[in-house]
């Protein structure tokens, strides 16, 4: 039976959910979520991440990575953390940068957090590494050196519409027609944001979870964690689904496409409370700090005839336009300034 079919039967028996539990179900589940059947990257999937835009954006993070290592000291072992690696491609500009560093590839103990079958399949094709379904299983005693690219954005959001009589908890219930559609729900007086009527505002227990989490493990290990993605405020749907490069609609495939919305980094850097907090910064801005332009000028003159190409790429990490303003990037430290926020 389809994820469809099966949540409508969940949505019959006992009344709409939740946009947070719909969302689970549609990238989690085991029979039919995204993320556990089919998921895609690059030309021939459903979306492109800026590690598939260009090798440099990997590499400048493994520079960061090996600065921060140096800043902890240089220590002679170290937990290089990705939080959803995908197919691995980061990782392997990420691992290729670090090689360069005297010293830093030796210490590397590579941790991927992965939790989808088909995707752990892929990376152990392109790594030697320990893989952990969850933070729990981060060493405690070893710094950590945390990378997450896009990951933020999948963290479940709850929905609130504003009505005539205040907020109200948006749900996701079946329509006249028998399919899925959005509908009130039960108020939620909580909320003191302003609103007109039929505004809507998100918010994310899971994020502000994670942020606690991060931020514990910083202090514990002494490590550091950087976040990019791309970002909102809270207000407005930002909920929103991809399939095969196009936009549809979030309750259109359920299982079937992506789902993402806009993460409030505020909000995940509020609850990171105990450890220092840095940006949130354009990705702009945050690429060209650590040398996104020398990086290119060597590529391109290594490989004069990708020239052109490279141009290409570094325009679109960082124009306005595309990535540079609309990804934001952020980190969390036990104490020391990461490269990037100076």
């Known amino acids: ?18 946009v947070a539990e719909y969302m689970d179900a549609c990238l989690h589940d085991p029979r039919g979520g995204y993320y556990s059947t089919r998921p895609a990257l690059g030309a021939a999937g459903d979306f492109i991440t800026a590690p598939l835009v260009s090798q440099m ?7 960061w990575a090996a600065e921060v290592w140096r800043r902890l000291g240089s220590p002679p072992k170290v937990q290089l953390v990705e939080l959803g690696p995908g197919e691995g491609t ?32 892929r990376q152990a094709e392109r790594f ?3 893989w952990i379904a969850g933070l729990d299983e981060i060493d405690g005693g070893v710094p950590a050196i945390l990378l997450a690219n896009e990951f933020l954005d999948c963290f479940t959001i709850r929905q609130a519409v504003r009505t005539d009589a205040g907020w109200r908890e948006r749900r996701v219930g079946i329509g006249p027609a028998g399919d899925l559609e959005y509908v009130v729900g039960e108020p939620r007086p909580e909320i003191e944001r302003d609103g007109r009527r039929g505004d809507i505002f998100e918010w994310s227990p899971d994020l502000a979870d994670l942020g606690a989490r991060i931020a514990e ?12 993605d791309y970002a909102g405020d809270g207000l407005g749907d930002t909920l929103q689904a991809l399939r095969r490069h196009r936009k549809v609609s979030p309750l259109g495939h359920p299982g079937q496409s992506d789902l993402t919305a806009r993460v409030d980094f505020s909000a995940f ?29 060597a590529l391109a003159r290594a490989h004069p005839n990708r020239a052109a190409k490279i141009d290409r790429q570094v325009r679109r990490l960082v124009s306005s336009g595309q990535m540079g303003q609309l990804f934001q990037v952020a980190a969390i430290t036990a104490g020391l300034t990461p490269p990037g926020f100076e």
Do not use: C, H, Y
């Open 1 to 18: 039976m389809s994820l469809s079919r099966r949540l409508m039967q969940r949505i019959n028996a006992a009344g709409p959910i939740t």
């Open 57 to 63: 954006f990997g590499e400048l993070l493994g520079a």
């Open 128 to 130: 030697k590494a320990r």
């Open 90 to 121: 980061m990782m392997s500009d990420v691992l290729r940068a670090a090689a360069t560093w005297p010293g830093f590839k030796n210490a590397i103990d590579l941790v991927l957090v992965e939790t989808s079958g088909p995707l752990k399949a």
């Open 269 to 297: 850097l509020t609850a990171a409370a105990g450890a220092r907090t840095f940006g949130p910064v354009g990705q702009a801005t945050f690429l060209r700090r650590l040398g996104l332009e020398a990086r290119a000028a």
């Open 217 to 228: 493990i910083s202090v514990r290990t002494g490590g550091a964690a950087l976040f990019i």
